[in-house]
């Protein structure tokens, strides 16, 4: 069965210094990989997404994200954080293969920027 | 461009009533979820429907009914609330399964007492 195991439930950070969020998924078959994010009191939205190709993709607010397959990974990544990336974090993977296609969801990491 | 809205956004329920949390979207998509989403236990999927006319169990289904309605609206239905069922209510739309967004609304926040 597929999982998505997100390592931290919560980190704290100060304004202007550069944050990991880690993701790890357990799949047998390939599978294409997501974040969102979610703001206080709003629902979620599509951050960056890794379908195939380049294994490095990237948000337009500065996010980026690595696809490693060795390692089953998904880790987020800002070289810079801002007050305003403060939000609850989501990594998500979804098949690439076969008829059930559901997202899985990860329980999400808690950003929090500190001035 | 409206999305996914969802209504309402807040509800009290007494334990044993019931209500309708509705959902619709105009992007055409072809599946609609229903989450909750509970501190510390990230979102778990209450029902889906795939397209329209077909809807099928997620992890938590007890306590839930839902209704595909056509290929805009996915309601989900608490037939006599229990204050477990405290939480917050997401409704979700992909195009389909797979490779592609989904997209979320607002939330519903429902507080069963």
């Known amino acids: 069965a597929q999982s998505v195991t997100q390592l931290d439930s919560q980190v704290p950070v100060f304004e202007e210094a550069p944050v990991e969020l880690r993701c790890n998924y357990s799949?047998?078959?390939?599978?294409?990989l997501f974040w969102y994010v979610q703001y206080p009191n709003q629902g979620l939205q599509l951050l960056l997404k890794?379908?195939?190709?380049s294994t490095l993709v990237e948000s337009i607010n500065g996010f980026e994200a690595e696809f490693n397959k060795s390692q089953t990974s998904f880790h987020l990544r800002k070289p810079s954080v801002h007050i305003s990336d403060t939000a609850e974090y989501f990594c998500?993977?979804?098949?690439?293969?076969?008829?059930?296609?559901?997202?899985?969801w990860g329980l999400g990491t808690s950003l929090a920027v500190n001035p | 461009n409206a999305g996914v809205t969802q209504t309402p956004k807040f509800q009290v329920l007494k334990t044993g009533q019931s209500m309708t949390l509705q959902c619709a979207q105009d992007?055409?998509?072809?599946?609609m979820y229903w989450y909750r989403q509970d501190p510390g236990m990230g979102l778990r999927l209450i029902y889906y429907?795939?397209?329209?006319?077909?809807?099928d169990k997620g992890e938590v289904p007890n306590g839930y009914n839902v209704s595909r309605l056509n290929k805009r609206e996915f309601s989900l239905r608490l037939e006599s609330a229990a204050p477990s069922q405290t939480s917050v209510y997401f409704c979700?739309?992909?195009?389909?399964?797979?490779?592609?967004?989904?997209?979320f609304g607002q939330g519903t926040r429902l507080t069963v007492v």
């Open positions: 979700a739309s992909i195009i389909r399964q797979g490779n592609t967004e989904a997209f």
């Open positions: 992007m055409n998509h072809n599946s």
């Open positions: 429907s795939a397209s329209e006319g077909t809807t």
């Open positions: 799949s047998s078959v390939s599978v294409y």
């Open positions: 890794y379908l195939s190709g």
């Open positions: 998500a993977v979804t098949l690439n293969a076969g008829n059930n296609r559901k997202l899985i």
